[in-house]
């Protein structure tokens, strides 16, 4: 055999090795991307933990007493805390110092945050929606006697946190609930249409603070 026809053998087998290669390396990243897209789901209630150090701009040891251990918690607070660009918020009760935490970190670092809830219940005295007002986030609620019921977030637009979860401390602690993380495309896109229709029905600019009897 020819030198000739022995070079170009190795080089066709070099190619195949390399398109062999880039093959696999697309298929792994395909694979990763359809395992990402499948919902995860979180139930509560979840056990007492500490999320204090996720909260921190520099994470440090916590000394307090509780147990520092992945929860359903901390993921919902991870997921939060990992917001590039948007959170929207659409909460019936917003009353977790950890979760409402989690946003207003995530606003603190250039997040843009909206936050829509129920009337009722953003007036008790464990509501966070007096802390975000101060903190420059701004929020819009109801205004009739039937509750903003949904409990939903939108991270960056790609995200869905859906299910029965309250942010609060009972839910969260102590009440049988579920939380689903959905990235697909077309229920982010309903959810996100949902919270755009509420924003603006909400408006504060449509109050009626004298309305007319009927």
């Not at 977030?153 to 689903?180: H, P, Y």
Request: proline share 4%.
């Amino acid at each position: 055999m020819s030198s000739s026809h022995s070079v170009w053998r190795g080089l066709v087998a070099t190619v195949g090795l390399v398109l062999t290669a880039e093959g696999l390396y697309y298929l792994f990243r395909y694979l990763k991307w359809v395992r990402e897209q499948q919902p995860r789901v979180l139930f509560f209630p979840a056990p007492v933990t500490c999320v204090r150090p996720l909260l921190l701009a520099s994470p440090g040891r916590c000394d307090c007493p509780l147990p520092h251990r992945e929860s359903a918690l901390s993921r919902m607070a991870r997921l939060l805390l990992s917001a590039r660009r948007s959170i929207d918020v659409c909460v019936f009760t917003i009353s977790s110092l950890d979760l409402s935490g989690s946003v207003l970190v995530a606003y603190e670092r250039g997040v843009r945050v909206r936050v829509i809830t129920d009337s009722d219940y953003m007036a008790l005295a464990s509501s966070q929606v007096g802390t975000f007002r101060k903190a420059g986030i701004e929020v819009r609620h109801d205004q009739d006697t039937n509750y903003m019921h949904h409990k939903f977030a939108l991270i960056d637009g790609s995200i869905l946190i859906t299910g029965s979860l309250n942010w609060s401390a009972q839910a969260i602690f102590r009440n049988k609930e579920n939380v689903i993380i959905i990235k697909d495309a077309d229920i982010v896109k309903a959810f996100t249409e949902e919270f755009e229709r509420l924003w603006n029905e909400y408006d504060p600019t449509k109050y009626s603070f004298s309305p007319q009897s009927s």
